[in-house]
């Protein structure tokens, strides 16, 4: 059982940054995939960076530019660095790793980008 624990959600002016991490209590290199997920209010989940094994990440078009997905073996935790916020971006932000063939995810943190 892989747990994982979103923290640095909040509340940004439009503009602004952010970065989540996503704690694992398992050592990161061992995941096959890592993703940066959200969900707007009315709207359905959708995913923004993924990362895989070997470092190749991928964006969502909204997002492109902006934010990068990262890792950091020694502290087993996976990075959302977001800049240039926009009012858009609100949402909730959810982490999920493929691990072993089974896919876990975080209970989400709220990120809100208003003036």
């Known amino acids: 059982q892989v747990q994982l624990v979103e923290s640095g959600g909040g509340l940004v002016q439009p503009g602004g940054s952010l970065r989540l991490s996503c704690a694992a209590s398992t050592n990161i290199d061992s995941f096959n995939v890592m993703v940066w997920h959200r969900q707007a209010p009315g709207k359905q989940r959708e995913w923004v960076a993924i990362r895989s094994h070997d470092g190749t990440t991928s964006y969502a078009d909204s997002v492109k530019g902006r934010f990068t997905i990262s890792g950091d073996n020694a502290k087993n935790t996976f990075y959302l660095q977001m800049n240039r916020l926009n009012p858009e971006d609100t949402a909730v932000y959810y982490c999920?790793?493929?691990?072993?063939?089974?896919?876990?995810w975080g209970q989400g943190t709220q990120v809100t980008v208003s003036s």
């Open positions: 999920s790793a493929a691990h072993l063939g089974i896919n876990y």
